[in-house]
């Protein structure tokens, strides 16, 4: 069965960090991946999305991840963080019947 | 509407009771997911629809869960004789087509708490 696992349940950073966020997932065929955020009292957004293709994906603000096949990881980084990326941070996969398969996502906290 | 739109917010249930959770997809899209997440871990797929008919039931507890989606009224979700361990946020999506490329957008959820 699919899985996805994220490796950092809470992170802290300052301003004008670099986050990375890891996702590894278990699946040995063709994969659709996702990072999804929730922000404080808000509704899961879409981030970014791979199919096939570049395997460096861009998102929106400012957020990118890298398909690494031969390591089964899909991770989110952002050079610069700031304070309003504070939120909880969701990989996921497509399983069969395009449901979506959640990892247990990353608590982000940004401090000025 | 141009979001997913979910009510009630908070639903609170004492055990034994029912509780019917619905879900308003974006108008135009003809794939509902529900989801749940217990205690903010890792979502976990119950059912999805095209249109009115089931597309894949597999995540469904079988004995107390119900679903449906009727033409021209929201879709439901419904817990009959609730237990504590049904306490969760549950989440509903749509998506416009089934395609792989296409996206899921979440709405607010409802909170459910069981007594």
């Known amino acids: 069965a699919q899985s996805v696992s994220q490796h950092n349940h809470h992170v802290i950073l300052s301003e004008a960090a670099s986050l990375e966020l890891g996702c590894n997932y278990s699946y040995g065929g063709t994969v659709n991946l996702f990072w999804y955020v929730q922000y404080p009292g808000q509704h899961l957004q879409l981030l970014l999305k791979?199919?096939?293709?570049?395997?460096l994906v861009k998102g929106i603000k400012g957020f990118e991840a890298e398909f690494i096949k031969s390591k089964f990881s899909f991770n989110l980084r952002k050079p610069s963080v700031q304070w309003s990326d504070t939120a909880e941070y969701f990989c996921a996969v497509t399983g069969g019947y395009n449901k979506l398969i959640f990892g247990a996502g990353t608590r982000l906290a940004v401090h000025p | 509407g141009e979001e997913v739109a979910q009510t009630p917010k908070h639903l609170v249930r004492g055990e034994g009771q029912k509780a019917k959770l619905y879900c308003a997809p974006i108008?135009?899209?003809?794939?509902v997911f529900w989801y749940q997440q217990v205690l903010k871990n890792e979502f976990k797929f119950l059912i999805s629809?095209?249109?009115?008919?089931?597309?894949?039931e597999t995540g469904m507890p079988k004995e107390r869960f119900s679903a449906k989606c009727l033409p021209n009224s929201p879709c439901s979700l419904e817990i009959q004789a609730t237990k504590l361990e049904d306490s969760a946020v549950y989440f509903c999506a749509s998506s416009q087509t089934q395609g792989i490329t296409d996206t899921q957008y979440f709405g607010p959820g409802t909170r459910l708490t069981v007594l």
């Open positions: 791979y199919f096939s293709g570049d395997p």
């Open positions: 629809f095209q249109n009115e008919n089931v597309f894949d």
């Open positions: 108008k135009g899209h003809s794939y």
